[in-house]
């Protein structure tokens, strides 16, 4: 049994849940270019992460009033196109949003973002939804500080409270309000700022907040996802692109393949691929792909769900039952039985299917780099690998997300991305 320290913890947003870097300092660049005015010679633009807009524009960057006021216009505008979308998540936010949540704990947000931009933000990343309140100022010019927002952001009743925030503002509205003040050390304070504005304690990362927030507690279970396609499906372009935006939604990915994805499985895998063994039979090739698997699952799949891991693998047991039962004819129900014991339980919880047709996938992988031992194979093998796809998918309607494979890069990396989340979390917008 654990028991949190806090009954109540609220958030600062820029630095603390959200790396707002990019997104920040490239808005503020265009407004000042816009507004003629240059950043003044010695100061670090991070500084300019956290403070409300006019404070940073005419307190840091020393526009006169009318001046600063012209580029928030401007700031407004490039934040909304493009630097809202610059923005990552920091990993691990997520669970600890959930974890506090799970445990009963009143999670609220203090920012000195206005309203617009802070919920746009909330909304782009599936994060309102945490958050039993969310105190943000107006808008850019009525401005009541920290310690305000803080107060405001409170439960009317609580026992024992904190602030996270990566800013002196969030530690003196903290200590103003008699509450703990967490510093987030990998925001864009330093910690030596952190500590001489009295922070009750520091975190060097995201791992270490969460295991402050939440100790004892058991991660929750994470999520598996599989992405499945023929030979020349782009798959692999694909399965990069969904990582690095999953990545930036603040999911903590662990990517990984099949055959492979960890030493025993990399040296089966060059094994069954290389050209070298075109005498191996059916049976060895199918058995060799199990014995792949079962040390991938105990090795690497399974421990990293149970850590909390989103699992993205390339290929799984679909696989096998396609090219092993459908290509090489062994049958699905042998197949299935030779896995069984390198599977049990840890099926994927969702599988992205690249839907090409095996003719076209073919084309591309002809023209592509050498191919391997079971790329060599003839049209029909392809065609009874498709077949086996299609009816694996029909008996299992809902784990498969189908993409039509055949568009543009581009328009294949939205559709899986868009696919993924709405089954992740449905909260996300996108
Ligand atoms: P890859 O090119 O996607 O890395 O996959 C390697 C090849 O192995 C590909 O041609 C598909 C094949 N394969 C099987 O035949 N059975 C399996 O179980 C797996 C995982 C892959």
Redesign the pocket.
Known sequence: MYSYPYDAVLFDLDGTLTNSEQGIIQSMLYALEQVGAKVPAGVNMRCVIGPPLMESLMGILGLPCEQAREAIGHYSRHFNREGMYQYTVYPHIRSILQMLRDGGVYVALATSKPVLPAMAVLNHFGLTHFFNRIITEEDNEKIVNKPELIRRALPERFGHAAMVGDRFYDVEGALQNHIDAIGAGYGFGTEDELLKAGATHVVPDTEALRAFLCPGATVPRGFFLSVEGL?GSG??TQVDRLEKSLKEYGFSVLRT???GGCPISEEIRHT??TTEHMEMCAPCEALL?AAA?AQHVCEVIRPAVERGMLVLC????D??IA??GG?RELGTDVVRQINAPAVGEMLPDATVYLNVDYRQALSRRHSASSL?R??VESGEFHARVQAAYEELIHNDPKRFLVIDGQQDADTVAADVLDAVLNRLEPEIED
Do not use: H
Request: no cysteine; charged share 40%.
């Open positions: 030979d798959k692999t393949r099949e055959p069954i691929l792909y698997r390339d290929r799984f047991v696989s096998s090219y092993q290509g391997d079971i790329e």
